[in-house]
């Protein structure tokens, strides 16, 4: 069968690709766009490494067939800095040293602020259950959980 | 020529170690740039994929490629005829043994396939579609053989044999059939004997834990690309590049120096990292192909064919006086090695009763194979399986004797010049002040309500050095290049950058540490045992001096001054006397403009093999709550006490604390790998394999205890290995504080748990 053609907004971009019916969107993402940012850990929907947003919405794009994103907008990791100017999410990480391998970083923070949009006084329990998908086997969750809620408080303050 | 003590003296006054530098790698790890393993392409790079086993045991009768060679898109596909045999010959590697007759069966098997996902050929083509269909012609005959996958159970006389020429070394006379039972090891400290015989409470008991997985997220994950003369570039997801040139260029018969491996970021690898799997393959196949080879697991794949740790099999006995005194120990540990032998059993012999001071002690232990993979480190290799049986025994002990659990582990500690059943005498060490921190905590003194029960754990792991090689250049600005040649897996960077900062008083952001390739450095040792930044930092300390040494002698020229009238003192070479009238002191940047006139371009090599890891040692406090309607255990609180020597970096040690403990909550609740009869993995992924998530733990509280390290200029101890060893044992005994019932095997799963609950008659809400 032919490949599908496919045009859609990542991160504010015009792109399109020409994608297999069963590629999915992370494949096209770290394969065809080069946007290895989000990561591969289990294509299985399972630990979230691939967490992107689709249409404002917060999935694993190792489940969305890239066939399926045309006319929509993707976001990733790579489109959270403004400029020169990181996200408060991604100061606080560093702050609080949020990350040790880093692998799960970027899904974490593309998944942390799809939350704070939604909400902006998140409990440490609404973190907590709320990044329940995207796995961390480094930090043990405390300083990532930290720098979520540090963030919150500070983007109150304004 | 004086140099005063030279660390942490800026100039400035500000010292880099100690705080909590942001991470010089930390703006790449944020935005999604930084590399890791699957992230690296080469122009005309081809796909590799791998053949494997789809049986616990048979015999490879033989194995036909033709027609997938003759497939268009295939470009290259290996077999055990790829690879030379190679003689059985035990090497060490770290705390470990290792055999490349071994090593070479594992990547691709020989004779026999011995587990359920073991490597049986592999190809690389044009796309993934056209690699997975070559595999499918690849026409394998097997002999399924009967398999073997418990412990116990391979230890039987009639148990299938994994391999005909393993006979079990240690034991007198030595054995004439072979067996699964690759070794016996003990240490013997005193009279158990005598030592049981003065005891008024003896407590003996069987625990089983279950193998788990390292659970690094990133997969491995390697590319590779060889030219027709040989030359070998290797980009993989390693916690040692350097070992992986070893063994690639040993398995493939390439000249070292023609072997470059370049270790990528790395997505976590708590030991499991520290072996070869896809290297040797992806060199095979470029070798074969001319062409780059890309080769990335998949989920499935890391957890049948990479090694997670043993599971076990213990038996712990401990006798102690009516008013708590250790007298006698013996333990017998039965550890899974996997399809090959090498299991942790020697490190979980020498730790099990290394955090007491006990006059008679004898521990047994035993590696066996079995059809499993092959075992990998995890963490503080051997030790939480063999603590965790003493941990829960000593808890037993304080109860029975209505002793104070801390009191009890305070009576009994090991502390500076108790002689460890393992061999040494204790330097400084910090077991004592992690038991008094433990018990100055408010959470020590808060009130459980029912259900909810506390435990503590000590834990102990020795440490490492070994060979370490750093370099740091001045360049022409007077900013730091820093090549370390250890992967850098949690931080490493941050805290070597702030030691080489204020060794050469100069700001931390002007250092820019980077790990170096296999060409750039001379051989590191991996990054694993607990020794990078220990050994790392030394390595910094030896080349600033060098290049302190350097200075002095450069300004001694340009002021035409005696050596004895120039010092390094705060960040910068000076003038004494006199001569401080006449010229000024000059800091690194200041020699740096003038490089070139004074001798050329400044630079120092650290080389060393790095002797005096101090052990570590710590005391975890954990709440929790048993849900007797499910079973379910739900971590309240939880608090880690642990002597880190020196902190180079206050949040990455505990960061190390943190991660540690919650990694030990999963092996003691919920992570396990189950087999069918069949002798396959049933629950090889994520789901099914179930880590700690964030709602599943609270936050980890930490307390950095500092008691010196003599033997390092810094006083620094590894950090990494020990957090994972008292999870089990706290937890364990924290279950039986809530609901009175000691369980003996790991993990305590809902379903063990509601169902001794029940049998209790414990499972109804009151």
């Known amino acids: 069968m032919a490949k599908h053609h496919v045009e859609a907004i990542v991160n504010g971009d015009p792109v399109e690709f020409l994608c297999e019916t069963e590629e999915t969107l992370l494949d096209v993402l770290r394969e065809t766009l080069h946007l290895t940012g989000s990561k591969e850990g289990c294509a299985s929907g399972d630990c979230g490494a691939c967490s992107v947003m689709l249409d404002g919405r917060l999935v694993c794009s190792c489940l969305v067939l890239a066939a399926e994103v045309g006319g929509r907008r993707v976001d990733t990791i790579e489109g959270m800095a403004t400029g020169e100017t990181l996200h408060p999410l991604q100061q606080e990480f560093l702050k609080h040293a949020a990350l040790q391998c ?47 809620m540090d963030t919150a408080a500070a983007m109150r303050k304004g | 020529m004086a140099e005063t003590n030279g660390h942490a003296n800026g100039t400035n006054g500000q010292h880099a170690v100690g705080t909590r530098t942001i991470r010089p790698d930390g703006v790449d790890k944020v ?33 036909d490629i033709r027609k997938a060679e003759a497939l268009p898109g295939v470009k290259a596909v290996i077999t055990r005829d790829d690879f030379p045999d190679q003689p059985s010959e035990f090497i060490p590697a770290g705390e470990m043994m290792m055999n490349y007759k071994d090593v070479v069966r ?34 394998v005959t097997y002999e399924v053989l009967p398999h073997v996958i418990d412990v116990v159970a391979a230890m039987a006389a009639n148990a299938p044999l994994l391999h005909d020429d393993l006979f079990t070394a240690g034991v007198e006379p030595k054995p004439d059939k072979p067996s699964n039972i690759a070794k016996r090891i003990e240490i013997k400290l005193g009279d158990v004997d005598a030592g049981f015989a003065k005891a008024d409470l003896v407590v003996d ?27 070998t570039e290797c980009w993989t997801t390693t916690q040692g590049h350097f070992i992986v040139r070893a063994h690639g260029a040993r398995l493939l018969g390439l000249d070292i120096g023609k072997v470059r491996v370049t270790a990528t970021e790395i997505g976590g690898g708590f030991g499991g990292k520290t072996v070869v799997y896809l290297e040797p393959l992806a060199i095979a196949l470029s070798k074969k192909a001319k062409r780059p ?23 712990v006995k401990l006798g102690a006086t009516k008013d708590g005194k250790f007298v006698a120990a013996f333990a017998e540990l039965k550890y899974q090695a996997g399809a090959f032998q090498g299991s942790p059993v020697q490190p ?14 004898h521990v047994i232990g035993y590696d066996v194979v079995s059809n499993r993979p092959k075992v990998a480190a995890y963490r503080a290799p051997g030790a939480p399986i063999s603590e965790y049986a003493v941990e829960s025994v000593v808890d037993e002990i304080a109860k029975k004797l209505g002793i104070d659990p801390i009191q009890l582990r305070m009576m009994n500690a090991a502390r500076e010049g108790t002689k460890a059943a393992y061999g040494p005498k204790f330097g400084p060490i910090g077991l004592e002040e992690t038991l008094n921190s433990i018990k100055k905590t408010e959470h020590w003194n808060t009130p459980l309500r029912k259900w909810q029960g506390r435990g503590v754990a000590s834990g102990f792991w020795f440490n490492i050095g070994g060979e370490t090689c750093v370099s740091l250049t001045v360049n022409e600005d007077g900013t730091i290049s820093l090549m370390a040649g250890t992967p850098d897996i949690g931080g490493l960077r941050a805290s070597l950058a702030a030691v080489a900062a204020d060794e050469l008083g100069v700001p931390y952001d002007k250092v820019r540490p980077i790990i170096g390739d296999t060409g750039s450095l001379g051989f590191n040792f991996l990054t694993g045992g607990s020794r990078s930044a220990f050994s790392g930092s030394m390595a910094i300390v030896e080349a600033a001096k060098l290049i302190k040494a350097d200075l002095i002698a450069r300004a001694v020229k340009l002021w035409e001054a005696k050596p004895d009238q120039v010092e390094w003192r705060d960040g910068a070479v000076r003038p004494l006397g006199a001569l401080a009238e006449k010229v000024k ?80 909550i999963g092996w003691a609740l919920n992570e396990e790998y189950i087999y069918g009869e069949d002798g396959k993995l049933q629950n090889a992924g994520f789901l099914d394999y179930r880590m700690p998530v964030a709602s599943d733990v609270p936050m980890i509280d930490t307390v950095l205890v500092e008691v010196a390290n003599p033997k390092h200029p810094y006083g620094v101890r590894g950090v990494g290995e020990t957090p994972i060893v008292p999870p089990l044992g706290a937890i364990a005994n924290a279950i039986e504080n809530a609901t009175g019932i000691r369980f003996t095997e790991l993990p305590m799963s809902p379903p063990k748990v509601l169902k001794a609950l029940t049998d209790k008659g414990l499972n109804k809400v009151s």
């Open chain 2, 585 to 664: 002191p000059m800091t690194v940047a200041d020699f740096a403009k003038v490089a070139g006139k004074t001798g050329g371009p400044i630079a120092g090599l650290g080389r060393i093999n790095a002797q005096g890891a101090g052990p570590s040692f710590g005391t975890h406090l954990v709440d929790l709550e048993v849900d007797p309607e499910t079973g379910r255990v739900t971590i309240l609180r939880y608090t880690v006490a642990q002597d880190a020597g020196k902190a180079l970096h206050p949040a990455y040690v505990e960061g190390q604390y943190q991660g540690g403990a919650v990694q030990g």
């Open chain 2, 31 to 63: 935005t999604g740039r930084a590399r890791f393993g699957a992230d690296y392409n080469l122009p005309g790079q081809l796909v590799g994929r791998v053949l494997r086993s789809p049986h616990a045991h048979a015999r490879i009768v033989s194995i």
């Open chain 2, 293 to 315: 080879v890309k080769m990335v697991m998949s989920r499935e794949e890391v957890f049948k064919a990479s090694g997670p740790t043993s599971g076990a099999t213990v038996r």
């Open chain 1, 102 to 148: 880093g692998i799960c970083t970027p899904g974490v923070l593309v998944a942390a602020k799809a939350l704070l949009d939604r909400n902006t006084s998140p409990s440490e329990t609404e973190v907590r259950y709320w990044l329940a998908g995207n796995l961390c086997r480094c930090t043990g969750y405390d300083k990532i959980v930290t720098a979520v």
């Open chain 2, 205 to 231: 008991r069987e625990f089983k834990t279950a193998p788990v997985h390292q659970g690094y997220i990133e997969p491995h994950a390697a590319l590779a690309t060889v030219s027709e003369d040989g030359t």
């Open chain 2, 106 to 139: 594992n990547v691709m098997a020989r004779e026999k396939a011995l587990y359920e996902g073991h490597a049986v050929a592999a190809v690389a083509a044009t796309s993934v579609a056209i690699a997975r269909k070559a595999l499918k012609l690849i026409d």
């Open chain 2, 348 to 361: 979980g012999v020498m730790c099990a009763y290394a955090p007491y001071d006990i006059e008679n002690v």
